[in-house]
């Protein structure tokens, strides 16, 4: 794998560097103003175990299983069922950058610190990543809701050495694919097969994927769009800023001047400046109207998703500075 690095923050990843990673083999790293607050929270974790507290998902079963307190004995064993018994998916498998994606993102969401897991986990995660190791993940089964359960079990057997992941492009069983790349399989403690599986990395990879290729497309309907008026020897009056102002949505706004840009020193359009034709077809004429909604929804979306890879999905949350 490339030894081209970026910083993950918790904060500040986007669609773009998301992409940007996964595309072009970028390694990771964890900002180290992180891991403060990461030992924090997991000694908060190991606190109420050494002092035998009742704690929902860490201490007792999960759902309907809240009230069964755990031994200390089962707790490792508990989160190891935990991602065994949520492997359930069934279909084809999820494409290997999809994959790429939800560890990406489940690695930015545990950075944050309110999820319990030790620092030996996430830096294991890291290691996974940058080796350019892909779980084999069935793209069926994900609850919606309560998030991507079952895909982040499939997920999570790579790391504890179950199932079979892709490394180096052979599918192996995860253990063999491990020892390939000098790891070992995680031992998981309290908490950590729950932090593992409660989110909306599957989704939220799909949904950025989807995003970036409608950023590319809004951008060549654009050009194509910019084409087909020089051939058509249509007009560049409609895009002038002083329209756009009187009606200024951003999209509108952003594609009128991208036009004009675009069309800058057309001969096409120079050599018909005086002509008696008023206007153009809509399909012409209303671009920024048209192509400056989609712009608005892409940009709409991308904005609630690049919320939702910097947040904590998990439950129970884990407030340090609080105790809580």
């Not at 929270?41 to 999960?62: A, C, M, N």
Request: proline content about 3%.
């Amino acid at each position: 794998m490339s030894q081209k690095y970026i910083t993950l923050t918790g904060i500040d990843l986007d669609v773009k560097s998301s992409i940007k990673i996964v595309e072009e083999n970028y390694s990771i790293k964890i900002a180290k103003n992180c891991i403060p607050k990461i030992k924090a929270s997991r000694k908060l974790i190991e606190k109420w175990i050494s002092e035998d507290e009742v704690v929902y998902g860490i201490t007792t079963g999960f759902g309907e299983f809240k009230d069964v307190k755990i031994s200390k004995e089962n707790i490792e064993k508990l989160q190891r069922n935990l991602i065994l018994s949520h492997s359930a998916g069934v279909g084809k498998f999820i494409p290997d950058n999809i994959v790429r994606l939800m560890i990406l993102f489940r690695i930015n969401s545990l950075i944050k610190g309110y999820s319990g897991v030790r620092l030996e986990l996430i830096e294991f995660l890291v290691e996974f990543f940058n080796n350019g190791l892909i779980p084999m993940i069935p793209s069926q089964g994900s609850m919606g809701s309560s998030g991507d359960l079952s895909p982040l079990a499939h997920m999570s057997l790579s790391f504890i050495g179950e199932g079979y992941c892709k490394c180096d492009g052979d599918i192996l069983d995860s253990a063999t694919a491990l020892r390939r790349c000098g790891l070992q399989p995680m031992i998981l403690k309290a908490k950590e097969g729950l932090a593992l599986i409660n989110g909306t990395q599957m989704m939220s990879a799909y949904l950025c994927y989807s995003i970036s290729e409608a950023m590319k497309l809004s951008k060549l309907a654009d050009i194509s769009g910019a084409l087909s008026l020089d051939a058509l020897r249509g007009s560049v009056a409609p895009f002038d800023e002083k329209i756009q102002k009187v009606r200024p949505h951003k999209g509108q706004k952003e594609t009128a001047k991208n036009l004009l840009q675009l069309l800058k020193g057309s001969e096409i359009i120079a050599s018909h400046e005086n002509c008696g034709k008023v206007q153009d077809a809509y399909s012409l004429r209303c671009m920024p109207q048209v192509h400056g909604a989609v712009k608005d929804t892409i940009n709409y979306c991308r904005s609630i998703l690049e919320i939702e890879i910097n947040s904590v999905t998990d439950n129970p949350l884990i407030f340090s500075d609080e105790g809580q």
